[in-house]
């Protein structure tokens, strides 16, 4: 018995421990050349959820997008430095993120840190980077506590927050008649942020919160929760959750006779999560995203690279580590080093032009201001091709898109 | 009654039948790993695994296998797949317990362990390489879709079908393991394979179909979740420490204990979720630890 015991104790020690890292090691030799180039190699990191609930709208799909960020500019500039991809799982654990950071910044000379899915995996690595003068370009995450409270001078927060999703999504949906919420909410900082802004977006634009209900991260059963929802009534039920957590909440919903008398608000979900869900059982509902790959022709051109690689189509997020990584790029190339403080007040200063964003500029606490997309789901009989899952209902444009500068708890904004 | 808490009696039924239907799961896969145990002394770290390959191979059958075979109206219905599919995912097991694990019931029960850990986490890479982390999903049966009014919530009927078949499943193995002969030789078997095997018993042989059994009790437990939760490779790793606490509270290799404190802290992980949803999660480890403390040896295990 005793045996057995210890054999228990073992084993989750080994479950939490699992999901092996990799990283390349870099090579101890350090090229010469490009004088302020560090060492002369720009090393680029992806700090991802390589094998967990985000790893398909992050994951292997953010990795092959730095690699095409890589390649395409090298093809294109011809850089005298050398660049270098390392790639990690941080298992969407703030230790593990953390841990990961260190190693890379101190004993590999990683000079940016890019990804970051799962916020408290942004929020452990942001400091360290900033303790190190290296750089972290957050495409993840999505609390809006990245780009407040805990700001640095060192990040970018390049593909969207909750403030984002909760105004866009919120407002349409009250807009629409939706004015009672109660809110499903995963219990961690994620899904804190989430319901706080969406409950003082329906608040704002006259609609009322009738409760929540917080569930363990992550769960497989959802009913209990969506019960409690249903008792209280309230038209719409706002999903503060993400990934698996959200397809297995819309899936039991729709088993517990929930639909239609009350409606479902997706507060943040990817492209991937309607991909699974499919579209008879996602029709209609409304969400925000930063990025849609059938926007335009430029989107569908580079959308398509990436599919020939990865098979799906790009989530936000993916979209996002491309240009994120070109944008870094470009900035090293124009000043001449890799240097964290110079490389990002040149990042600052240009603004974002290609298929992920146009003329789109990062503010003073790290946020990247573009346009998001409304968007509703099609009906299957709407879908004309593979991946062709949403209209396009509203621009959100980018001013009105992010949480205005004055309220901003950054100590970066001056006021 | 419970107006003081805040509570209608009608949601407080609701949670405890939900509460039931998660009850009825840990059962299933909480039998299955005391079966195993019980009669092999392996620690089966694959139960999740084997779940997720339960799911899996229902939802191939319905939506890829026609395709696979050239021809794309063939499909293997739900029916067809409570019954086939535990039976193949029983079989691979016969195939690991044959190849693998059988070299090693001499051994210290943590060598069990950590090489069905190791398995489950290739079959679960695996199938995270093939098909992604977002998951799949199985439409529910039409004979069982819709809901029935009980007045104080609306029960679908797929999930009424998952109560009662699980503790059908659940009360006819514990039935055949502690009532009948066959039992009795199994029993006999794992107190005194020798003597069992000089009156003609073929030891190896029930061992090796006794893993299959337990391991096909996953299967079945996994093509029952596949309409209710996304079918993703990392459903049974969600599930499995909870089954493996439902276990080691219930009495490692109890059968009735596994099925009973299954039942159980479904039940209580209901309630939870009604006073204070926030801790349910916890609640089935926080009665593990006072269980071990009190009784070290589970609820319904004996002290060797």
Known sequence: MKQTLISLLVASALCSASGVALSQQKPAAVAAGAA?????????????????????????????????????????????????????????????????????????????????????????????????????????AASTLVTGKNCTDTNVHYVYDTYALANGTGKAVVKQGGDTWFFLTADYAFGHSLEKDTSEVVIANGGKVLGSVRHPFPGTDFSSFLLKAQSSGAKVIGLANAGTDTTNSIKQAAEFGIMPKQSLAGLLMFLTDIHSLGLKTAQNMYLTEGFYWDLNAETRAWSKRFFD?????????????????????????????????????????????????????????????????????????????????????????ANDAVAPLAKSECPLVKK | MFEFLGITPQ?????????????????????????????????????????????????????QLGAWLGSPEFVMNYWVALIVVPMIVGMLGIVIERTMLRHLYKLDHLYGLLLTFG?????????????????????????????????????????????????????????????????????????????????????PLMITLTYGFGVALAGFAGVLAAPIFTVSPTMGANLIIVVFAVVVIGGMGSILGSIVTGLALGLIEGLTKVFYPEASAVVVFVIMSIVLLVRPAGLFGREH
Request: aromatic share 12%; proline share 3%.
């Open chain 1, 36 to 140: 302020k180039i560090s060492d002369g190699v720009v090393k680029i990191g992806i700090l991802t959820d390589l094998s967990g609930l985000y790893s398909d709208l992050s994951g292997a799909g953010s990795v092959t997008a730095a690699r095409m960020a890589i390649e395409d500019f090298q093809a294109r500039e011809k850089p005298a430095f050398k660049i270098e991809l390392v790639s990690a799982d941080h298992q969407n654990k703030g230790d593990v993120a953390s841990n990961k950071a260190r190693e890379w910044f101190e004993r590999d000379s990683v000079d940016m840190i890019g990804d970051l899915v799962t916020t408290s995996t942004a929020l452990a690595v942001m400091p360290i980077a900033k303790e190190k003068n290296r750089i972290t370009i957050v495409s993840g």
């Open chain 1, 309 to 397: 690689k990865q098979k799906r189509m790009p989530t936000m997020v993916q979209a996002g580590v491309y240009s994120s990584t070109m944008h870094y790029l470009n900035a090293i190339k124009a000043v001449g080093t890799d240097e964290a403080k110079a490389v990002m007040a040149k990042m600052k200063e240009t603004p974002v032009n290609d298929f992920f964003a146009k003329n789109a500029r990062i503010r003073e606490d790290g946020r990247l201001v573009h346009d998001f997309y409304l968007l509703q789901v099609k009906k299957p009989e709407e879908s004309k091709y593979p991946w062709d899952y949403y209209h396009v209902r509203q621009v959100i444009p």
């Open chain 2, 119 to 203: 398995i489950a986490l290739i079959i679960e890479g695996v199938f995270r390489y093939w098909y992604g982390v977002s998951g799949q999903q199985y439409e529910i049966p039409d004979e069982l879709r819709g809901a029935i009014n009980l007045g104080f919530m609306y029960l679908p009927k797929y999930r009424a079908w998952v109560i009662v078949i699980s503790l059908i499943v659940c009360f006819g193995t514990w039935f055949v393991i502690e009532r009948t002969k066959l039992g009795a030789y199994l029993r006999a078997g794992t107190e005194n394979p020798r003597l069992v095997q000089a009156f003609g018993v073929n030891v």
């Open chain 2, 11 to 63: 949601a407080l039924y609701s949670q405890l039948l939900v509460g039931l239907i998660n009850g009825s799961f840990y059962a299933l896969m909480s039998l299955g790993l005391a079966v195993i145990f019980g009669m092999l002394n392996i620690i089966n770290f694959t139960h999740g695994a084997q779940y997720m390959l339960g799911a899996f191979l229902a939802w191939i059958g319905l939506t």
